[in-house]
């Protein structure tokens, strides 16, 4: 079983920044990847960035260029990097790991992020 806690959620100006962490543990050497979702109010939860065991990323074509994803393996924590926040980034966002080889997913608690224009 994977285990994850966000943070780093809040409200912040039009073009402005966050970062959002995710600290895993439990079983996380049976990570395959993980990423960022968010769910905006009314609509459906979307992928925003994701990343493998090996590193490769890829990232949804809205937040191209504006949000990175990273990780810090001694911490056992993905972040997520948002410059250039809209007021259209406004929603929930999650943390996702998809673990084990029958790719089970794990999801964190969610975080807010609030961009006001």
């Known amino acids: 079983q994977v285990l994850l806690v966000e943070s780093g959620g809040g409200l912040v100006q039009a073009g402005g920044s966050l970062r959002l962490s995710c600290a895993a543990s439990?079983?996380?050497?049976?990570?395959?990847?993980m990423g960022w979702y968010r769910q905006a109010p009314g609509k459906q939860r979307e992928v925003v960035a994701a990343?493998?065991?090996?590193?490769?990323?890829n990232y949804a074509d809205s937040v191209k260029g504006r949000f990175t994803i990273s990780r810090d393996n001694a911490k056992n924590t993905v972040y997520l990097q948002m410059n250039g926040l809209k007021p259209e980034d406004t929603a929930v966002y999650y943390c996702?790991?998809?673990?084990?080889?029958?790719?089970?997913?794990?999801w964190g608690q969610g975080t807010q992020v609030t961009v006001s224009s």
């Open positions: 996702n790991a998809e673990y084990g080889l029958s790719k089970y997913d794990a």
């Open positions: 439990g079983s996380i050497f049976s990570i395959n990847a």
């Open positions: 990343i493998t065991s090996g590193g490769s990323t």
